[in-house]
């Protein structure tokens, strides 16, 4: 009975400290990589524009539309309670900060966990069970490097870009709305213009950097970490957007915060 009871409690601890060490091992192995990008041909840049086309491009109409219904939800939603109070203006301020700084960057960072993190999962356990990963580690070739650098790269590309779009489309969702409450558009535009700055800007595009690095490290680690058949790859690509979820949550609200105590 004890030797039982020592075994499980063995096992947990061997599980809680692979899940821990891991993830950080994992992203050593990247990080240790990071030169062999300047050397010739390090970077693939075929591969680079092809992620660029599925993590961006493609992911452009989806983004318009779910950022032009957000902004417009959000309109509607502070029109009801500014009209109470006659501070109908006031709806400019709510859409324009609230799209700029929270949630462009997290719809668009929403949808990179289904489009991108599902996909690298389900690319790399696939590659995982045709044993491409470990031809590649015969050949003396780093596979932690060779297949994360070309999707980080056009994800860091490809989130800030399409967060212009989600808070372009966001803001017009917002004008759209405004005519209810007879703003005007003319004045709407000025309102926008007036309250928001290059700084709200910057500072929800920067959210969308650390929003890439932790989408596009989870996709590829579930990956390398599901099993050799079909379920592994499935519950991979499966864990992987659950898991991206959870850091770009997390990461969102510490990021708020450290954005609340300079004055932002």
Not at 39 to 48: A, D, T, V
Not at 117 to 133: D, L, R, Y
Not at 177 to 184: D, F, W
Request: a positive charge; hydrophobic letters at 50%.
């Amino acid at each position: 009975m004890n030797g039982n009871t020592d075994s499980r409690i063995h096992d947990f601890f061997n599980g809680v400290g692979s899940s821990v060490l891991d993830p950080v091992l994992f992203i050593g192995t990247v990080s240790r990589q990071f030169p062999s990008l300047f050397r010739k041909r390090g970077l693939r840049k075929r591969e680079l524009f092809y992620y660029l086309d599925l993590c961006g491009a493609k992911s452009i109409p989806v983004v318009t539309l779910i950022c032009f219904l957000m902004g417009a939800v959000l309109g509607i939603q502070a029109a009801l309670q500014m009209r109470k109070v006659g501070t109908e203006i006031f709806v400019v301020d709510l859409v324009g900060f609230s799209v700029l700084k929270e949630f462009g960057p997290l719809m668009v960072a929403m949808i990179s966990t289904g489009r991108a993190a599902s996909a690298f999962a389900a690319e790399i356990g696939t590659m995982k069970v045709n044993e491409e990963i470990s031809a590649l580690e015969t050949m003396g070739i780093s596979p932690a490097a060779y297949l994360v650098y070309p999707k980080l790269l056009a994800m860091l590309i490809a989130m800030p870009l399409l967060t212009v779009f989600g808070d372009v489309t966001g803001i017009v969702g917002g004008m759209l709305v405004g005519l209810s409450v007879n703003i005007p558009l003319q004045a709407y535009w000025t309102r926008t213009v007036t309250i928001l700055d290059p700084i709200t800007f910057l500072l929800g595009a920067g959210k969308t950097v650390v929003f890439a690095v932790l989408i596009t490290l989870a996709g590829c680690y579930c990956g390398f970490k599901a099993s050799s058949d079909a379920q592994g790859v499935g519950r991979g690509a499966t864990s992987a957007v659950v898991l991206s979820i959870f850091l770009v949550v997390v990461a969102d609200a510490v990021i708020t915060l450290l954005y609340s105590f300079i004055g932002y």
